[in-house]
């Protein structure tokens, strides 16, 4: 499994924002304290996840990165 949807975890500020904007509902607010004293976000289905990167565009603090999974081309 390959992770789609990566947070800065100690840069987060639990606006939840990326959870409320998230259209397949994988991202929610951890239960650990980061080193700011929040609870970061976090996705634990990483398979859910579309890649769309709506999280990272609302993001305020660029605190999520997404990535796309290679495509596999089919050869004849």
């Known amino acids: 499994m390959e992770e789609r949807v990566i947070f800065s975890k100690d840069y987060c500020k639990s606006c939840g924002l990326c959870v409320r904007v998230c259209p397949t509902n994988v991202i929610f607010i951890g239960k650990d304290l980061n080193t700011l004293g929040y609870r970061a976000a976090t996705v ?10 709506k999280c990272a565009q609302i993001c305020p603090d660029l605190v999520i990165s997404v990535y796309r999974p290679e495509r596999k081309v089919a050869t004849n």
């Open 44 to 53: 634990e289905n990483q398979d859910g996840c579309i890649s769309c990167g």
